[in-house]
């Protein structure tokens, strides 16, 4: 929408398009884990990570969703550079759409209770895909408080600017708290990650809809 001199600038239409398959891929892999966590068999979204629901009998739709979410994010952000006028910011939105596709190919390991018949505790040796869907996850939730950020300094508009800001912050407290839990095998880890996710991902979704208007 905005050059680096604040000029105005409207996304062609095949632009807009992929600007808003960015926004529906964020609100998609919401509606997506909420649904398929809730009704699965075994499964506690309260304690569990999303990424969990990789796994199982039913694994195949948290990957398709990892997958075409990440996809659809990474498209989009080919569109935001020339829409909103920062190249770095999208390419931190690129990362993280990248970093979902591949949380989707390396699943992480069984642990936890679930699937169901899975120890409960944590492994004392992790798989080589676990320990790359670790890497592909510390890059989705670095890389994108790292893009509300670099918008927060980008965007023209004071409201999206406080927005952006907030959302960084909130998406950094939310990790740490979710990064906590987790390593205490805390009984609401599931829960935190769900509320950082829901603070990012939505704000990513408005972010793309703002460009392509």
Same mark, same amino acid.
């Given at each position: ?6 000029s105005?600038t409207?996304?062609?239409? $095949?632009?807009? /398009?992929?600007?808003? &398959?960015?926004a #529906? %891929?964020?609100?998609a892999?919401?509606a997506?884990?909420? =649904?398929? *966590? ?15 629901l ?11 969703n990892?997958?075409?979410?990440g996809?659809?994010v $990474?498209?989009? /952000?080919?569109a935001? &550079?020339g829409? #909103? %006028?920062?190249?770095v ?5 690129g =990362?993280f *759409?990248?970093?979902l596709?591949?949380s989707g ?8 209770g ?13 798989s ?15 890389? #994108? ?13 004071p ?17 740490f708290?979710?990064?906590?839990s987790?390593?205490e ?18 704000? #990513? ?9």
């Amino acid at each position: 929408m905005y050059d680096d001199t604040g000029s105005g600038t409207r996304p062609e239409p $095949a632009m807009t /398009a992929l600007l808003w &398959a960015g926004a #529906l %891929g964020c609100w998609a892999f919401i509606a997506v884990f909420t =649904v398929d *966590g809730w009704t699965r068999p075994g499964y506690r979204p309260v304690r569990h990570p999303v990424s969990a629901l990789a796994l199982g009998a039913r694994g195949w739709i948290q990957t398709a969703n990892f997958v075409l979410c990440g996809l659809a994010v $990474a498209a989009g /952000a080919v569109a935001l &550079a020339g829409a #909103l %006028g920062s190249t770095v910011l999208a390419v931190a939105v690129g =990362v993280f *759409g990248a970093a979902l596709v591949a949380s989707g190919v390396f699943p992480m390991d069984p642990m936890r209770g679930y699937p169901p018949g899975a120890p409960d505790g944590t492994p004392a040796e992790f798989s080589a895909r676990h320990k790359m869907h670790d890497r592909a996850g510390a890059l989705v939730f670095t890389a #994108l408080p790292t893009a509300a950020v670099i918008a927060a300094f980008a965007l023209p508009e004071p409201a999206w600017k406080a927005y952006s800001g907030l959302t960084a912050a909130l998406a950094a407290a939310g990790l740490f708290a979710f990064g906590r839990s987790w390593e205490e095998d805390g009984p609401r880890a599931g829960l935190l990650q769900r509320a950082t996710i829901a603070v990012g991902w939505l704000w #990513l979704g408005l972010l793309f809809l703002y460009a392509a208007h």
